[in-house]
């Protein structure tokens, strides 16, 4: 792999410098390239496709954050960075590593607020429904409620502070003197030209590696035959150049997967469905496991299943909510949402045998009234009982973003296996280490834009500093 590449000597000749290079122009990428700009140094982003996008676009562009003003404008006063750091713990049943979580609960709500107020950008708290695992209403999104609109408003902020970004330039090498202090990038562009670009500060934002099969084999082989719902070029350079310099790696083998995955469309349908009253049946018509669990380790579950799809399965009244997400509009567009005036139809339209269908949704009715308890453990009993007329998609279960990576500090420099920091490498969203812990059934709704954000700010302020005085700020508090 070209990107595991580190060099101990002295570049041949450098074409130019530069006080903090970022590589990666996703969500961390952006936001650290504005903060290290704050901070008074020059900045250049470097990015390996032709056009930015990365795993930002592909994502719901959801981010939680406690503690804001935009929660106390819609009357969510009690939410803290404490409470926050309690769910994430919470979620991953106290694997998280707490320092990282902690750190990602005090630094994302500021890092918002700080993008809204130096760069305009508008945030909105969804408040229709709480996430799985979430105590209050805290996600936030930009008003188009997608990731693709989030990174572009991140583009123009960027533009705006007049930061290059650099396209088609994929790094291929870190140069590092005896201290492993990075001195230059090699860059190779599609047509295999090379430049060197010499550097005060290094930051990687270039996520994890779910678009590198063979790793995944290797730390996720639970999910290596799923579908990868994410950027390709996700292959893990950070992962590879952080085991060269010797860094402290944790939980490989954590994950963000999603049990519903419109297929085979490609389509993401919205795990609001299931909070909301929707259940998932198999090809055999039955139910297999508690939807609330959580959507993560719902891709096991639906993978786990004959030919390892299932129908997500929902009325009218869902049907109406679900038109709130734009991937589901999309869905809709494409022909993957199919409709039924009762459940022989529903069976009709799935090809799901009608006997069993029905015997689901009549115990799903069940439980819901309270005459029956779900042997899963899902309590039914908050939300209306499904009608006719039903709403069916036919899904997969998918591997969206790995979750371990390089562990870094509470001002985001990497660490060296004993504990110590390097002198200027700092990482942050799927490059570094998240807080959901090492297994996919840790992955709180939104973790991560949390630390590609959160990091990202972090690791921004950081460097920057650190180019511009040779020290850094703590910006945990």
């Given at each position: 792999m070209n990107g595991g590449r580190i060099s101990r000597e002295i570049p041949e000749s450098i074409d130019a410098a530069i006080d903090v290079v970022v590589i990666g122009a996703g969500a961390c990428g952006l936001v650290a390239a504005l903060r290290a700009r704050a901070a008074g140094s020059e900045v250049i982003v470097l990015?390996?496709?032709?056009?930015?996008?990365?795993?930002?676009?592909m994502s719901s562009g959801f981010v939680p954050a406690p503690g804001t003003r935009f929660q106390k404008e819609i009357g969510v006063t009690d939410d803290t960075p404490e409470r926050f750091a309690a769910d994430i713990l919470a979620k991953s049943k106290g694997k998280s590593d707490a320092a990282l979580a902690r750190l990602a609960s005090v630094s994302i709500g500021p890092a918002l607020e700080w993008l809204a107020d130096a760069h305009g950008l508008e945030w909105i708290v969804l408040d229709d429904f709480l996430y799985p695992g979430h105590s209050r209403h805290r996600m936030h999104a930009v008003p188009e409620k997608t990731g693709v609109a989030l990174e572009a408003r991140l583009l123009s902020a960027v533009e705006a502070a007049e930061i290059p970004v650099?396209?088609?330039?994929?790094?291929?090498?870190?140069?590092?003197?005896?201290?492993?202090?990075?001195?230059?990038?090699?860059?190779?562009?599609?047509?295999?030209?090379?430049?060197?670009?010499?550097?005060?500060?290094?930051?990687?934002?270039?996520?994890?590696?779910?678009?590198?099969?063979?790793?995944?084999?290797?730390?996720i082989p639970e999910i290596a035959d799923g579908l990868y719902y994410g950027?390709?070029?996700?292959?893990?350079?950070?992962?590879?150049?952080?085991?060269?310099?010797?860094?402290?790696?944790?939980?490989?083998?954590?994950?963000?997967?999603?049990?519903?995955?419109a297929h085979p469309h490609g389509i993401l349908i919205s795990w609001a469905l299931m909070m909301e009253g929707g259940i998932q049946v198999n090809s055999e018509g039955l139910r297999f496991s508690n939807e609330h669990g959580g959507y993560s380790e719902q891709a096991v579950n639906v993978l786990a299943q004959p030919g390892g799809i299932a129908w997500n399965i929902y009325d009218a009244r869902l049907h109406d909510f679900a038109q709130n997400f734009p991937d589901y509009r999309e869905a809709m567009t494409v022909g993957a949402i199919r409709e039924a005036a009762d459940v022989s139809a529903l069976a009709r339209v799935t090809g799901l045998p009608g006997a069993a269908l029905a015997r689901t949704l009549s115990e799903a009715a069940l439980y819901q009234s309270g005459q029956a308890t779900d042997p899963f453990g899902r309590d039914f009993t908050g939300k209306p009982a499904l009608a006719a007329p039903y709403y069916a998609v036919k899904v997969t279960g998918a591997l969206f973003h790995t979750q371990g990576g390089l562990m870094i500090d509470d001002q985001a420099r990497v660490l060296r296996e004993n504990g110590s920091p390097f002198a200027n490498l700092f990482a942050g969203g799927g490059a570094a280490c998240g807080v959901s812990g090492p297994d996919v059934s840790g992955y709180l709704s939104g973790n991560g834009l949390l630390t590609a954000i959160g990091f990202g700010s972090v690791a921004g302020a950081s460097a920057g500093s650190l180019a511009m005085t040779g020290a850094t700020v703590n910006t945990a508090d």
């Open positions: 990015e390996r496709d032709a056009s930015p996008s990365g795993s930002t676009s650099v396209t088609e330039a994929h790094v291929t090498r870190l140069y590092a003197d005896g201290h492993d202090r990075i001195s230059a990038v090699e860059i190779t562009r599609p047509d295999g030209a090379t430049e060197v670009l010499g550097c005060k500060v290094l930051v990687l934002a270039c996520n994890g590696f779910g678009g590198n099969r063979a790793l995944v084999r290797q730390h950027h390709e070029g996700n292959t893990g350079d950070a992962l590879t150049w952080g085991e060269a310099l010797g860094a402290r790696i944790r939980h490989l083998s954590g994950y963000q997967g999603h049990g519903s995955l």
